[in-house]
């Protein structure tokens, strides 16, 4: 008899997972409540262009993204580009796309630069994540680049990204940030290039979403789990149509696998014991709230521009410093993030309040700027986007203590920063792990 797994998430993860056990015989439903795949994926309408609702790029050393494009019928429609970073430092934006402009960089001195530039070297070729996990990240950035790079450079930057919680965060963070950066050059190749697929995420999950329909796969879209449970032989998902207001019941399930953020998958399973939930409920995350920009101007020709200075969003991502302009009619689409914790206030201001508060910054750091150029300005919430890696921090387990239901999600990213590329590697790590992939009994 054929076997049915529940998939709790129709982000890349659970999508990939999905066409995983597809092409392995298995009956495969994905529940989501929202309308659409793709999770932080996803794309939506900006003005009269659909482009990703956050920014991704694909590095050429994403190979698993990469096979899986080209899994997709896809790999011919990247296109590839060597993109510049900026650095916005005491007023000014700074150039540092390479050693010389490094070197150039005048906010610090020459001896900090020599720390600073070690770090980053030693970060991407000596050091190993598993030895940072108890050390907290500012005793290690410390250490190695020095106080004054660590207020001037290093601070504002993880206060940016992590809050106040880099105090509790372990060096291993800065690690896998640095080795991501690093990583082509670590794999062999000459030098790092971003690229893209022309249609952007929206072209990707429409043809992954009709190659699983082509595999019998069901799509619950805009359905709300309410709980699953498990006996010693079936996983029963229950949960309720948000448009059709109806609750529905699953038939009995072989196997659920959750892929949402772990306090979700703590609240829908009633039957896990105590100390199980707490340790989910112990993960904590960050969240993100990211505004997208459609205007007739760009900022500048960086694709990344890092912000020490004080100011609302994180940093600048002008992502047609990489995608072609022609993709949005000649017009610049600017990425505005805030990572903050899940309770800031910031997720419940208004989008009016929020776009106020980002253009008028954006019109004191660049004086060409005028938000008489906006053509589209939207905001998207999401309020857990990737688990912090504080000091001593463990993975939950996948495999739950309840009859096989797994919970497999971004709080299994180790030594690694969340993108899509590790999302779809902690996928098929699942697989190897618990079910000898590349084969799955049917």
Not at 185 to 199: D, Q, V
Not at 220 to 231: A, K, Q, R, T
Not at 292 to 302: A, G, K
């Amino acid at each position: 008899m054929q076997k049915r797994v529940a998939i709790i998430g129709a982000g890349m993860l659970g999508l990939t997972l999905a066409l995983r056990f597809a092409d392995r015989g298995w009956k495969v439903e994905i529940y989501d409540s929202a309308g659409e795949v793709g999770g932080l994926a996803a794309a939506w309408k900006i003005g009269d262009f659909v482009w990703d609702k956050h920014y991704h790029v694909t590095l050429l050393s994403d190979l698993y993204t990469r096979k899986l494009i080209a899994e997709l019928g896809l790999e011919g429609e990247f296109e590839w580009k060597t993109t510049k970073t900026g650095f916005y430092t005491e007023g000014n934006l700074f150039s540092m796309s390479n050693v010389f402009d490094f070197l150039r960089f005048p906010p610090i001195k020459t001896i900090d630069k020599l720390r600073l530039g070690a770090t980053i070297f030693y970060a991407a070729h000596f050091a190993k994540g598993e030895k940072l996990e108890n050390i907290p990240i500012e005793s290690w950035l410390k250490r190695l680049s020095g106080k004054t790079n660590f207020e001037k450079i290093w601070k504002p930057l993880l206060l940016a990204k992590l809050g106040n919680s880099y105090q509790q965060t372990s060096a291993s963070f800065i690690w896998a940030t640095i080795q991501r950066m690093y990583a082509a050059r670590n794999s062999g190749l000459k030098k790092e290039m971003f690229g893209y697929i022309r249609g952007g995420y929206a072209r990707i999950l429409k043809r992954f979403a009709d190659v699983l329909k082509q595999k019998d796969v069901i799509f619950h879209l805009n359905f709300e789990v309410l709980n699953i449970e498990s006996n010693d032989s079936k996983v029963f998902v229950k949960g309720c149509d948000r448009i059709e207001q109806k609750r529905q019941y699953s038939n009995g399930f072989d196997m659920a696998i959750l892929t949402c953020p772990c306090s979700v998958a703590s609240k829908i399973l009633p039957q896990l014991p105590v100390q199980e939930r707490l340790k989910l409920d112990s993960v904590k995350y960050q969240g993100v709230i990211c505004a997208s920009i459609l205007s007739r101007r760009s900022l500048s020709d960086y694709y990344i521009t890092n912000i020490t200075d004080e100011a609302p969003f994180t940093g600048i991502i002008e992502m047609t410093a990489l995608v072609d302009k022609s993709h949005f009619g000649g017009n610049a689409l600017i990425y505005l993030p805030k990572y903050a914790s899940p309770d800031d206030q910031i997720f419940d201001k208004p989008d009016d309040e929020i776009e106020e508060l980002f253009l008028s910054s954006l019109e004191r750091m660049y004086p060409h700027f005028s938000r008489s150029d906006v053509l589209a300005f939207r905001v998207s919430r999401v309020r857990q986007v990737f688990p912090i890696q504080t000091i001593g921090y463990t993975k939950p387990p996948m495999k739950t203590s309840l009859p096989n239901i797994f919970i497999v999600n971004s709080s299994h990213i180790r030594y690694a920063t969340l993108n899509v590329n590790e999302t779809i590697c902690i996928a098929e790590r699942f697989l190897a792990e618990y079910f000898g992939s590349p084969s799955l009994s049917s």
